[in-house]
């Protein structure tokens, strides 16, 4: 696959998700959902840290959120930067379809959140209590490099209380699937997902 396919699919998928966040953004208030189906809901939150809402300062307590988030959102340029260098690689070798697709798609979910980290802070207010505006008059909810990540996608495909015949967790209440995502996280878990099933055909070498 040549590296203006790969340019094209990065293209698509970021502008699938940044069209989806912004629309969510900007007509939904913080913690509003709206239910398409039983099992999938629209549910608007912001993420300030790694998956499932970790922070860095929550592991390095020395730290205050303010650093963390900044640390993080560096962190994120420079492991997007080395996954493009590597997508250029891949295709100037000339690698198998399969490596530069899932490199691709990687690469274009983690630019995705990116964009919302390093931008999102200074082009849209706060969505508590209120829907946000695209750049208010005021100015944004936070600084350049603090912004937070928009999820919205959510499965709650089943919930109940576990038979007791389970060894350990029999009896208790569970729910599948609790995260809410993003487009970019799909793509991300895709890519990563591609390259753990069909590692001999991706990594031929």
């Known amino acids: ?34 239910r398409v189906f039983d099992w999938f809901y629209i549910d608007f939150i912001e993420n300030d840290g790694m998956a499932w809402g970790t922070k860095l300062s929550d592991v390095f307590t020395s730290i205050s959120d303010k650093s963390a988030k900044l640390i993080l959102t560096l962190f994120r340029i420079i492991a997007v ?5 590597w997508l250029i690689n891949v295709t100037k070798n000339k690698k198998s379809k399969i490596l530069v697709f899932a490199i691709a798609i990687i690469f274009a979910g983690a630019l995705g959140n990116i964009l919302d980290s390093v931008f999102y802070g200074v ?5 508590v ?11 944004g909810y936070a600084d350049l490099f603090h912004g937070k990540v928009v999820d919205m996608l959510h499965f709650p495909i089943w919930s109940g209380v576990l038979p007791d015949s389970i060894p350990l967790i029999g009896g208790k209440h569970f729910s599948f699937f609790d995260p809410v995502f993003n487009v970019a996280d799909i793509a991300i878990s895709t890519g990563i997902g591609i390259l ?7 990594f031929k070498e």
């Open 129 to 139: 209590f209120e829907v946000a505006k695209f750049l208010p008059e005021d100015g």
């Open 81 to 85: 930067t080395g996954i493009a260098f």
């Open 1 to 34: 696959m040549s590296l203006k396919k790969a340019a094209i699919i990065i293209i698509v998928i970021l502008l699938i998700d940044q069209i989806s966040k912004i629309y969510i953004k900007t007509h939904f208030q913080l913690n509003e959902n709206f």
């Open 196 to 202: 753990i099933v069909f590692n001999k055909r991706a």
């Open 123 to 127: 082009l849209f207010n706060d969505s």
